[in-house]
């Protein structure tokens, strides 16, 4: 039970397929209480089935991060709630769809802006705005791909995107360190999820990284929530500011 006596929120859960459904699944089988929350209303009647599987059907909070006062509800709800919180999963981002395939320069201000606002501005507000409840030993968890770190066909504006949330990864963690919080990024292979379907050819990808990953598979959901689950324990106490690829490897190959 190595996550015993610890709690925390889940922020991106979008149904059972989504890689925070897996740190979740992960984190509660070691014993955390976990919240979480929903988008919208449609996402919502997916979440709180999901919540219940995990004994928390009263920690489920909306919470929109294109919307301000929605991230301060949050902090409310959760301070109420919980009290302190030891750890912060942000498995969220958002393109227009329009970035994420085509010709890169055709990339308008207004898509630049709401991937850049969803996608990497939220994790520095979330973190700001829940700063006051988390514990003296806390643990902030992000999602990023390979696609922010080298080109990667039709990832386009979600690439810069995710280059811009490592860096933001980084500076956070120097920034918390002298709080006692840590903050890491996950930078997992690619899996089918609601987000993937928005981008463009991804079955290829899927077929290019099991055939060039060095494990020769695919990572699953459950692989990236057993990491995740280290990233938000003790177990990783000395780790901060990384960027830990969880992907078969393929990252040495590309
Ligand atoms: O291959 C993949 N699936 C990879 C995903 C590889 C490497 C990294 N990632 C990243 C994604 O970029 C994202 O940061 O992992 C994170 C989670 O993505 P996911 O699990 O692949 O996708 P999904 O299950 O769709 O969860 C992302 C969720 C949204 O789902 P939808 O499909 O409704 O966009 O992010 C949430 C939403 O629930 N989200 C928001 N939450 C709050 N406020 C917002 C928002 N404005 N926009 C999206």
Known sequence: MIMKGKKGVILGVANNKSIAYGIAKACAEQGAQIAFTYLNDSLKKRVEPIAAEFGSSDYVYPCDVSK???????????????????????????????????????ISKEAFDIAMDISVYSLIEVVRELKPLLSENSSVLTLTYYGGAKYIPNY????????????????????????????????????????????????????????????????????????????????????????????????LMG
């Open 68 to 106: 301000p006062e929605e991230i301060k509800a949050l902090k409310e709800s959760l301070e109420k709630d919980m009290g302190k919180i030891d750890f912060i999963v942000h498995s969220i981002a958002f393109a227009p769809k329009e970035g994420l395939s085509g010709r890169f320069y055709d």
């Open 156 to 251: 386009n504006l979600m690439g810069i995107a995710k280059a811009a949330l490592e860096m933001t990864t980084k500076y956070l963690a120097e920034d918390l360190g002298k709080d006692g919080t840590r903050v890491n990024a996950i930078s997992a292979g690619p899996i089918k999820t609601l987000a993937a379907a928005g981008i463009g050819d991804f079955r290829f990808m899927l077929k290019w990284n099991e055939a060039h990953s060095p494990l020769k598979k695919n990572v699953t959901t459950s692989e990236v929530g057993n990491s995740g689950m280290y990233l938000l324990s003790d177990l990783s106490s000395a780790v901060t500011g990384e960027i830990h690829y969880v992907d078969c490897g393929y990252n």
